[in-house]
């Protein structure tokens, strides 16, 4: 099976890039059922990547839908040790304006209904997640969206994305709550997505691309569904150029992250009283503590 060190999550346009060759479909099966949809390889300016369009390549997923922990333990057995994560967000600040790009740095977790861990059923772990997105690949994501000086773009290099279960959007009450939480961007995907990377050893980072405002904005009334699809149209054309630059940038640093050894000291349960299933299971993420 094709190998890659870097891992792209978002919508299926990020794979039609031109640039992208020796383009091939993966049918994979996990431990934790199949991902939202094949995988797809190939190179980028010679640097192996993979893609997962995170809501099948029809949309046709929810976010509580989602086969979180088939997803990244895909990414996980074709070698991947970089994800970048493409996602649509509202904005539940004034000065992150449609189009323009969030790096977060912090999670707020609003879910309900999703399952983000590998453990359990034999074996704990509690990996640390005070910083959840890995610095050193956000880093780099930041200076390639800054690099290429994309036209009405802003970067915001920090930011506190908050993750809602949905699909319903927020009402009003909860946008303005949020707010005073500090949050910077809303959505439905990211944060299953960071944990159970943290605990799959891959460097994590989110590359939020903003639609429009949420609902606690007084021009949001005004916002029509061409508006965000036109947004999420130049979004995407955007998203393919960090992407490339990205891939570049990380082919030349490949930096060791402290997520790359996230499980060394956060299995608590002896390696040798864990149930011979549950070690098959995992062994992808278990076979270095073995």
């Not at 323009?100 to 059923?121: A, H, L």
Request: net charge negative; hydrophobic share 45%; with cysteine.
């Amino acid at each position: 099976m094709a190998e890659a060190a870097i891992g792209i999550i978002g919508g299926s346009g990020l794979y039609k890039m031109e640039a992208l060759k020796d383009v091939k479909e993966l049918e994979i099966e996990t431990p934790f059922g199949s991902p939202s949809d094949a995988l797809i390889t190939g190179t980028l300016d010679g640097v192996p990547v993979a893609f997962l369009a995170r809501h099948g390549r029809n949309h046709h997923l929810m976010p509580s839908e989602l086969p979180f922990r088939a997803n990244i333990y895909a990414m996980k057995s074709l070698g991947v040790k970089y994800l970048i994560s493409a996602s649509a967000v509202g904005s539940l600040r004034e000065e992150a304006k449609p189009l323009d790009m969030v790096v977060p740095d912090q999670f707020i977790d609003r879910t309900k209904n999703r399952i983000s861990t590998f453990f359990g059923d034999g074996i704990v772990a509690h990996i640390t997640f005070g910083d959840p997105v890995c610095s050193r690949l956000a880093a780099i994501l930041a200076d390639a969206i800054a690099s290429l000086n994309l036209t009405d773009v802003t970067l915001h290099r920090s930011g506190t994305y908050l993750c809602m279960e949905g699909p319903a959007f927020s009402t009003k009450a909860e946008s303005h709550l949020y707010r005073s939480w500090g949050a910077t961007v809303i959505g439905m995907t990211n944060l299953p997505e960071a944990k159970l990377a943290r605990e799959a050893e891959i460097a994590y980072a989110t590359l939020a691309l903003v639609t429009d405002y949420d609902c606690w904005h007084a021009d949001h009334d005004s916002v029509t569904v061409e508006m965000v699809i036109a947004n999420l149209q130049r979004n995407a054309i955007n998203a393919q150029k960090v992407i490339q630059e990205t891939v570049r940038r990380l082919a030349q640093e490949s930096p060791v992250s402290d997520s790359h050894s996230a499980l060394k000291h956060a299995i608590l349960t002896p390696i040798d009283k864990v149930p011979a299933a549950k070690k098959e299971r995992l062994g992808l993420l278990l076979r270095k503590y073995l």
